[in-house]
């Protein structure tokens, strides 16, 4: 019996969430005394998962699955998870892994729960609570299943250290006839991405116009954070649309969420409520943004943003 | 080239969410149920085959009575025939199952879902569905293009656009991009009436399992009150994000 993980990367490297997963794992793995075991694919230095507790990494090496492919992954993971008798599989809440997840729960007769925020509150049978209504509640699910997936939100679980002799094994994929290809995969270098971010900066329509988003940028480069936006500023393309947060936009699950010249209605807040810390920056001393925030700064945007990426910068320089 | 959406009839973007019979029950009262979301870009989209590529357009709903104005709303904005599969679901599995079933019969080429509800959130449906039909499937899918039998897509990633290609048959789990907000079609006076004549067929559940249940609800906790932080003074909020929030 073994607690399988699936260990995303990023140009060859290993995400955060890699970390998060092991982190989490070894936790469950431990009070069970059973084996926790990853599964990576193509990357070459798998070194740095050593030190967040996993027994056993399964490495997977082909050039034909360099780009994502659901249906190519899912079919790998569930071979090993069938092999090695995994009874939990745990996977990120990343876009991949919501694609990839309920095709595994299909071929394993798994359950599955997305978007768990914690450790299981019992493992026999196996209770999570779990995200709902966008953010606005929680719900306590029961999944009695030979075998179960759990996927667990970004940002939920700390990484935490705990170094294990990691024995590597080489896996041969296993590759199926498809249709389905991907020609193109486009993306923004060097930028910081909303799901990965630890820090999001966001702005709203109180910013005026597309031409200055500069000062939301400058904020999030100072920052090292990724760009957000409120609908109508992707509606109106000031911004692209993989900017758009909230209930139907994107979530946000970052350590620091910065809102700047967003009024925050219900529907933006539902997006971005699991973020732990909330700046709000709002000339309007009424905005509703103020009462879901943590910190709060009344003032104009175009004097206020300014001042605090010199403030930051000089904050930056002194550490 | 036969289309099906699937709908989920959600709470309102703007409901209150509350719990009743003791935090195990959705709270309806008071509340607006509208089309989920992502659902209603992927009608949009299927409306386009319909008038562009001469499909036919069938959309369904697994749910109970209460669920069937949002149906006649699809029929409304133009799709051709409506099913309610008559079961309550506890689980996206069981709602896969149903769906499943349905589509054996029916031998659809595109099925067009949500990429997530917005009051289940379990992005489940779509990828179950194509498991169990043997179907490609892509999701996050923002553009969309059918020649014969090839297809077209791009879908959202972390941080970009990917650019697929497939053949039919394949399910979709659709979002914004696939059509814009302003392309989402309001019923006017004559799909509604069009709507009364179209065909809502209620068919009976087949057996099926489930996998997980849901055996409470609850509110995030409340939030302690917001510190005000003067405009003058921004060292102060650097110092309480880096001290107190530690969080840069
Ligand atoms: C079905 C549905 C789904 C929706 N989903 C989403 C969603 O997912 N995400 C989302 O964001 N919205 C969503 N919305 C829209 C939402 O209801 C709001 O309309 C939107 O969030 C408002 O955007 P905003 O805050 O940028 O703009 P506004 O509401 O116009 O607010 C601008 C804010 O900027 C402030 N401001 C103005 N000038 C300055 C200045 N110089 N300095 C500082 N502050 C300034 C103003 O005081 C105001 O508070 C949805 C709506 C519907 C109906
Ligand atoms: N009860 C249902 N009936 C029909 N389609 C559904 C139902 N529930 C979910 N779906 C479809 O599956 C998508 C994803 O839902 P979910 O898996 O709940 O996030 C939705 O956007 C719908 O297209």
New interface residues.
């Given amino acids: 019996m073994s607690i399988l993980i699936f260990t995303e990367t990023e140009n060859g490297k290993f995400k955060k969430s890699a970390f998060e997963l092991a982190s989490y794992g070894r936790a469950i793995a431990d009070p069970l005394g059973v084996e926790l075991m990853a599964v990576c694919f193509n990357i070459q230095d798998t070194s740095p998962l050593e030190s967040y507790g996993v027994d056993r990494l399964i490495q997977i090496s082909d050039p034909s699955l360099e780009n994502f492919t659901a249906h190519q992954y899912a079919a790998n993971m569930a071979e090993i998870a069938q092999t090695h008798d995994a009874k939990l599989v745990i996977l990120s809440s990343s876009a991949n892994a919501k694609y990839l997840a309920p095709l595994l729960a299909v071929s394993l007769s798994a359950g599955y729960a997305s978007n768990v925020v914690g450790l299981p509150e019992s493992i026999e049978p196996l209770r999570v609570k779990r995200s709902c209504f966008t953010n606005k509640a929680f719900n306590l699910s029961t999944l009695d299943n030979k075998v179960n997936i759990i996927g667990l939100s970004n940002n939920s679980y700390p990484v935490s250290e705990n170094p294990k002799e990691m024995v590597v094994e080489q896996k041969k994929a296993i590759l199926s006839e498809t249709s389905f290809k991907v020609e193109k995969v486009e993306k923004a270098s060097g930028q910081v991405s909303i799901a990965d971010a630890d820090i999001v900066v966001s702005g709203g329509r109180g910013l005026k116009g597309p031409e200055n988003w500069h000062l939301i940028e400058d904020l999030a480069s100072t920052l090292g954070a990724a760009t957000a936006c409120s609908k109508p500023v992707s509606d109106m393309g000031w911004r692209p649309h993989s900017e758009h947060v909230g209930q139907t936009g994107k979530p946000v699950a970052s350590n620091l969420y910065i809102a700047i010249g967003v009024s925050g209605a219900i529907q933006h807040l539902a997006g971005i409520n699991s973020s732990k810390v909330k700046v709000v920056i709002n000339n309007d001393p009424e905005a509703p943004f103020f009462k879901a925030a943590d910190y709060g700064v009344v003032g104009d945007a175009f004097e206020v943003v300014p001042e605090l990426i010199k403030k930051l910068k000089a904050f930056k320089y002194n550490e | 080239m036969k289309i099906l959406v699937c709908v989920s009839h959600v ?1 309102d ?2 409901s209150k ?1 509350n ?1 009743v019979d003791d935090d195990t029950a959705f709270d309806k009262n008071g509340v607006q149920f509208i089309i989920n ?2 659902d209603e870009f992927g009608l949009t989209r299927a409306i386009w085959f319909q008038q562009k590529q001469g499909a036919e357009v069938t959309v369904i709903t697994v749910g109970d009575p209460s669920c069937e104005p949002t149906l006649r709303k699809c029929l409304a904005i133009g799709a051709d025939r409506a099913f309610r599969i008559d079961l309550s679901p506890t689980d ?2 069981q709602v ?1 199952q149903q769906l499943s079933a349905h589509c054996k019969d029916e031998n659809y080429d595109l099925i067009i879902a949500g990429r ?1 509800s ?11 569905l ?3 039909l043997g179907y ?5 899918c ?1 553009a969309l293009e059918i020649e014969g039998r090839s297809v ?1 897509a791009s879908r ?12 039919l048959p394949l399910v979709v789990g659709a979002q ?2 696939l059509v ?3 392309d989402l079609i309001i019923p006017n006076m004559r799909g509604i009436m069009q709507a009364r004549q179209k065909s809502l067929t209620v068919v009976p559940a087949v057996d099926s399992s489930i ?10 906790a409340p ?2 009150a ?6 003058n003074q ?2 102060q ?2 110092d ?3 001290n107190e ?1 530690k ?2």
């Fill in positions: 709470p973007t703007t969410i719990f979301p992502n996206g599995f896969a997530e917005i009051d289940y959130n379990g992005a489940m449906v779509p990828g179950m194509s498991a169990l490609s499937f892509l999701t996050n923002m077209k959202e990633i972390d941080g970009g656009i990917e650019s697929v290609s497939c053949d914004k991009g814009e907000e302003k996998q997980s249940s849901i055996s409470k609800f609850e509110k995030p939030k302690g917001v510190k005000m932080v003067d405009a921004i060292d909020l650097i309480l994000l880096h929030a969080v840069i």
